[in-house]
Nanobody, 124 residues
Framework: QVQLVESGGGLVQAGGSLRLSCSAS????????MGWFRQAPGKEREFVAA????????YYADMVKGRFTISRDNAKNTVYLQMNSLKPEDTAVYYC?????????????????WGQGTQVTVSA
C-alpha cells in the first residue's frame, strides 16, 4: 500500500529555516502530483504547496509564497519543502499528500494518500 513518511520537522526560531522531506513507497511516484498541507491546533487543514508530476510546475498558498519552495526528486521518490523566513504563524503539523491526477490539486479532498505529519514549531 502507499506509504508517505514525513521528516525534518522541529523547533526553530522566527526567521530560521527548515527542510521537510516526504519519502514515498508503494506507488509509481512519478505518476503522482504531490502536495504539502498544514494544520494548526483548532484550525482546518490548509494548502501550502503542490508540485506537478514532472516537477516543472509548482503552486503555493499566498501566505508562503516567496518563503517556501517545493521540489521533488523522482529518482528518490521524495518531495521536499524548503521553508525559509519562518514565522510563529507557520507553527503546525505539516502533511504531505499524493494525488494521481493530471492537474495539480490544491484542495485536501483531492488527495487520496497522506502521511502521518511532522510537527513544525516556530518560536517568536
Amino acid at each position: 500500500q502507499v506509504q508517505l513518511v514525513e521528516s525534518g520537522g522541529g523547533l526553530v526560531q522566527a526567521g530560521g529555516s527548515l527542510r521537510l522531506s516526504c519519502s514515498a513507497s508503494g506507488l509509481t511516484f512519478s505518476n503522482y502530483c504531490m502536495g504539502w498541507f498544514r494544520q494548526a491546533p483548532g484550525k482546518e487543514r490548509e494548502f501550502v504547496a503542490a508540485i506537478r508530476r514532472t516537477g516543472d510546475r509548482t503552486y503555493y498558498a499566498d501566505m508562503v509564497k516567496g518563503r517556501f519552495t517545493i521540489s521533488r526528486d523522482n529518482a528518490k521518490n521524495t518531495v521536499y519543502l524548503q521553508m525559509n523566513s519562518l514565522k510563529p504563524e507557520d507553527t503546525a503539523v505539516y502533511y504531505c499528500a499524493a494525488a494521481a491526477t493530471a492537474y495539480v490539486p490544491t484542495m485536501a479532498y483531492e488527495y487520496r494518500d497522506w502521511g502521518q505529519g511532522t510537527q513544525v514549531t516556530v518560536s517568536a
